[in-house]
Every structure is written in C-alpha cells, then in structure tokens.
C-alpha cells in the first residue's frame, strides 16, 4: 500500500494533506518535486562523505 493511499484512506491524514498543500502553492508542481529530490541526493552524497 503506498503512503498516498494510506492518506486516503484516513480522513484527518487527507484533511492535512490538502491544508498543506494550500499553504504551499505549486508544491506539488513537477519542477518543485524534483528539485527536492536533487537537493535529498546531495544531501545523502554529503552525509555519505562526511561518514
């Protein structure tokens, strides 16, 4: 089951959700999605380095 699912499926998780997602607009936008991968994978590179 994915983690989106299981939000769905609980009321207070997709109410949350969609507050969330209203206080940050475009967040769910596809630019923004992978600019906080690249930033998560240089982010683990750094922690990788520092270990």
């Not at 089951?1 to 507050?19: C, D, T, W």
């Not at 936008?29 to 240089?42: A, D, N, Q």
């Amino acid at each position: 089951m994915s983690p989106y699912q299981f939000i769905g499926r609980n009321k207070n998780g997709l109410n949350y959700l969609k507050i969330f997602s209203s206080l940050i607009p475009g967040f769910w936008s596809r630019r923004k999605i992978y600019g906080l991968l690249f930033l998560l994978c240089l982010f683990a590179l750094l922690f990788f380095f520092l270990l």
